[in-house]
């Protein structure tokens, strides 16, 4: 006979925390939301760990190298997307990689022969007004210019003048080595009063450009994530498939973790690609799995080596596999039901795997409900592809600015890998939906709000880690009642508009 659950799956909007003693101490300032990435022994630290408790969704519309940067400046980190060729997955990682805090690798290069018309064009396309001339065209080519915008006047031009003929020439710039600390390069900037300095290689050729602006935004993310050698950190998705070509090419490209892309991991085939792994790499390879929904998903990616394991199915936005297929549980008893496995292995072996909550985080203080219930971090797809950073494209509907967001279920995307069951004999369906979000701006001002909002709600619930806050977190279910209780109600609200919640 079937198993039927006593209880019935819940939501993060059925519950609220209720506050604990708040100590003087306890001010948003003092938190700290550093969590543990991966697996570690008790005692140990964790190899890799997150400044704060955020990682982008492995989909198309949400983790592109754009995103990838923008989120390790706040101190998270972005999965890239897998649905995608190997190659083109390596060099979004590389790009990531490159991107040295404060460092940028040139993306608008031209060549002395490049016209001005062309320039003009280039800006229009890239938004860049600097761009470096090489002999080659190319981001590493010899440097033998720069172009800005003083250096033309298109009132004055006809648009055929070759950037060799209006370029500030080589001998006139001032460039520092690719030994110097960025500190050095701030430095050069402010004594030659530079907006732009590029840097060299002792054979002259250009490595990369630093912005007096980019500079200024290094200081101000004190918790940006950085590799040893002060590199952003960025993660990479892999599937079930082609991991043994697909996991060298994104190690080679420096990805600093991976994570199986599945909508149900608790499957042989991610123990086969697991064990292929630590076959291969040991513990270098740093590898999440899932996801899964209960107990037994949990142990049986535990037992076989994932360093952290994702929760929950049928929870995101545009995922429609609940209706489809009927499989899935409430994300917040997957959570609970999840943590309390992973303590257990924790008590029994002295390992702790960190486990993460993905999708259906709807407001900001869910993420905060999930880390009180036991998650060490959150996966987000909706709330990131809002922002101008991700990869979908931006449009007005209504007039109103909108992002484009699509699930990796849907034939848009085409990651059939994600849902793919094995066999042979294959009959793809849609699990996901294409769609539009709100356009929220750039990610760093939304994020900085949401991490206010949990650093707040944990001080309501007198703790200072994440840690602490599991500890001491005291949840409530509430009724279909008092949910309505906690909006505004029985006034008339002069601005309908909600987004204060999101
Ligand atoms: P959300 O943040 O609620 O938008 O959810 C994002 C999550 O939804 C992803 O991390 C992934 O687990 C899941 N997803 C992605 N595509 C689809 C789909 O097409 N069904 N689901």
């Given at each position: 006979m079937a198993t039927y659950y006593d209880s019935v799956s819940h939501t993060f909007s059925e519950y609220l925390l209720v506050p604990g003693l708040t100590r003087k101490e306890n001010v948003p300032d003092k938190v700290s939301l550093r969590t543990p990435l991966v697996k570690f022994k008790k005692g140990e630290e964790p190899a890799l760990s997150l400044n704060i408790p955020m990682v982008s969704a492995v989909m198309q519309s949400v983790s592109g190298d754009r995103l990838g940067v923008a989120l390790a400046k706040e101190g998270g980190m972005s999965f890239i997307f897998q649905s995608q060729s190997i190659a083109s997955e390596a060099a979004m990682v590389a790009k990531v990689k490159n991107a040295k805090a404060g460092f940028v690798v040139s993306d608008s290069n031209i060549t002395p022969d490049t016209t001005l018309s062309e320039v003009l064009e280039l800006v229009k396309k890239t938004g860049h007004s600097t761009m470096p001339v090489t002999e080659d065209g190319t981001p590493n080519g010899k440097l033998v210019g720069l172009v800005t915008s003083r250096d033309y006047r298109v009132s004055r031009?006809?648009?055929?003048?070759?950037?060799s003929s209006f370029m500030t020439p080589r001998e006139k710039l001032v460039t520092a080595n690719a030994s110097a600390t960025l500190s050095e390069c701030n430095d050069l900037i402010w004594e030659h009063k530079l907006n732009t300095l590029p840097i060299v290689d002792d054979a002259d050729h250009l490595c990369y450009l630093v912005f007096r602006k980019d500079y200024a935004s290094h200081k101000e993310n004190p918790l940006e994530l950085l590799d040893d050698e002060k590199r952003f950190m960025v993660g990479a998705g892999i599937n079930t498939r082609d991991y043994k070509e697909r996991v060298p090419a994104l190690v080679n490209a420096g990805a600093d973790c991976l994570v199986l892309d599945?909508?149900?991991?608790?499957?042989e085939w991610q123990a086969d690609a697991l064990e292929w792994i630590r076959e291969k790499y040991g513990d270098t390879v740093k590898v999440g799995a899932g996801n899964v929904v209960d107990r037994d998903g949990f142990n049986y990616l535990a037992e076989h080596g994932a360093d952290f394991v994702k929760v929950g199915i049928g929870?995101?936005?545009?995922?429609i596999t609940r209706e489809t297929k009927g499989i899935g549980r409430g994300q917040a008893t997957a959570v609970i039901e999840v943590a309390k496995a992973r303590d257990e292995w924790f008590e029994r072996t002295g390992e702790y795997i960190p486990i993460c909550s993905d999708g259906?985080?709807?407001?900001?203080?869910h993420i905060v409900l999930a880390l009180a219930m036991g998650a060490d971090f959150v996966m987000l797809g909706r709330y990131f592809s809002r922002f101008e950073e991700a990869p979908g494209e931006k449009l007005t509907v209504n007039g109103a600015y909108v992002k484009e967001y699509w699930g990796e279920g849907s034939n848009r995307a085409k990651n059939w890998q994600r849902y793919d069951l094995g066999g042979k004999g294959k009959l793809s369906f849609e699990e996901g939906v294409d769609s539009y979000v709100p356009y929220a701006g750039f990610l760093h001002d939304n994020v900085y709000m949401t991490t206010y909002k949990i650093r707040s709600t944990m001080c309501n619930c007198g703790a200072l880690t994440i840690k602490e806050l599991q500890d001491k977190a005291r949840l409530t279910l509430v009724s279909s009642t008092s949910i309505v209780e906690g909006?505004?109600?029985?006034v008339i609200v002069k601005n309908e508009d909600k987004s204060y919640n999101k």
């Open positions: 031009m006809n648009g055929s003048e070759k950037a599945s909508s149900d991991g608790f499957s929870g995101g936005s545009i995922c259906g985080i709807v407001y900001d203080y909006g505004a109600h029985d």
